[in-house]
Nanobody
Framework: QVQLVESGGGLVEAGGSLTLSCAAS????????MAWYRQAPGKERELVAA???????YYVDSIKGRFTIARDNAKDTVYLQMDSLEPEDSALYFC???????????????????????WGLGTHVIVSS
């Protein structure tokens, strides 16, 4: 059984930075896509960033140039560095691990239902204006 535990969320002023971490246990992440999603109150879940096993990344347009996703396979951990935060970034952020049958791809999957099978409970990010 895979468990994903997010940490690093909190309250920050607009323009500030946070680094989120997602630690996996029960199984490694080295061959899997990893992704960060977010969901704000009253809004649908949104893919923020994803990283494939080979390191290629995807970012949603609204955070390009401000957020960076990275992975440390030795620590079974994926990170999301968030800079120049805006109030619109406030949400519950949670990570997901890609399905192993898709493991080893060069580019990460983008479909939450087809491509990811384990999810963390999330960490809250609140950006004040």
């Amino acid at each position: 059984q895979v468990q994903l535990v997010e940490s690093g969320g909190g309250l920050v002023e607009a323009g500030g930075s946070l680094t989120l971490s997602c630690a996996a246990s029960g199984d490694g992440i080295c061959v899997s896509d990893m992704a960060w999603y977010r969901q704000a109150p009253g809004k649908e879940r949104e893919l923020v960033a994803a990283i494939a096993a080979h390191g290629n990344t995807y970012y949603v347009d609204s955070i390009k140039g401000r957020f960076t996703i990275a992975r440390d396979n030795a620590k079974d951990t994926v990170y999301l560095q968030m800079d120049s935060l805006e109030p619109e970034d406030s949400a519950l952020y949670f990570c997901a691990r890609g399905r192993k049958l898709h493991g080893g791809r060069y580019y990460p999957g983008l479909n939450p239902d087809l491509d990811y099978d384990y999810w963390g409970l999330g960490t809250h990010v609140i950006v004040s204006s």
